[in-house]
Each structure stands twice: as structure tokens, then as C-alpha cells.
């Protein structure tokens, strides 16, 4: 039993910072790699950033320089700090990640969403 538990989404004007958490819990032997999507109202859901478990990071073309991913591998929890946000990043943002579990397996995982809404 694994879960990916998203907190740090609100309402925040242009320009303004947010810092999303990602925790991960459960049964869980190692965190290969985590990430970031995100799904705006009526379009695709995209990858916004990924991290591998040794600290490699990528980032969409439409969010570098703007955003970091990280992570804290001792509490199983990834980062991303927004900053500059603008109307355009108003989505519904996803953590994922690849999770070896206590059997042994590997499956990816998806958190349940937290909404950021970006709005003068």
C-alpha cells in the first residue's frame, strides 16, 4: 500500500510563489524517480518536471528558470517551488513516482491533485 500525498496548491496572484509537496508513504522500498504534471481545463495532461532518485532534474520548456524540482530522500517527499506564476500555470498539479515496494515491485504512483490557480 503506497500513497503520494500533494499539499502546498491555493490561490495566489501573477507573479507570485508557490511551493508544492509531495510525500510519499506506505509500503515503499525505494523512490526511483519522481515528477510533476500538471492538467489545465480542457487540455492534456504534461509533464512539468522530473527529478531521478540521484538528483537529476528536467523541466518543460514553459516552466524553466521559473520552477525547481527537488527532493528530500531520507522523508520519501519532493519539491516544486513556482515561482513567476503567471495565468498560464493555473492547472491541476500531479506528483508522481516510480516506487519499488516491499514485494519488490515496481509501479508508478500518482498523487490525487492539488489545484493552483493563478488570478488577479
Known amino acids: 500500500q503506497v500513497q503520494l500525498v500533494e499539499s502546498g496548491g491555493g490561490l495566489v496572484q501573477p507573479g507570485g510563489s508557490l511551493r508544492l509537496s509531495c510525500a510519499a508513504s506506505?509500503?515503499?522500498?525505494?523512490?526511483?524517480?519522481m515528477g510533476w504534471y500538471r492538467q489545465a481545463p480542457g487540455k492534456e495532461r504534461e509533464l512539468v518536471a522530473t527529478?531521478?532518485?540521484?538528483?537529476?532534474?528536467a523541466y518543460a520548456d514553459s516552466v524553466k528558470g521559473r520552477f525547481t524540482i527537488s527532493r528530500d530522500n531520507a522523508k520519501g517527499t519532493a519539491y516544486l517551488q513556482m515561482n513567476s506564476l503567471n495565468l498560464v500555470d493555473t492547472a491541476v498539479y500531479y506528483c508522481?513516482?516510480?516506487?519499488?515496494?516491499?514485494?519488490?515491485?515496481?509501479?508508478?504512483?500518482w498523487g490525487q491533485g492539488t489545484q493552483v490557480a493563478v488570478s488577479s
Open positions: 508522481y513516482a516510480n516506487i519499488m515496494d516491499f514485494a519488490r515491485v515496481n509501479a508508478a504512483y
Open positions: 506506505g509500503s515503499i522500498f525505494n523512490i526511483n524517480v
Open positions: 527529478i531521478t532518485s540521484g538528483g537529476t532534474t
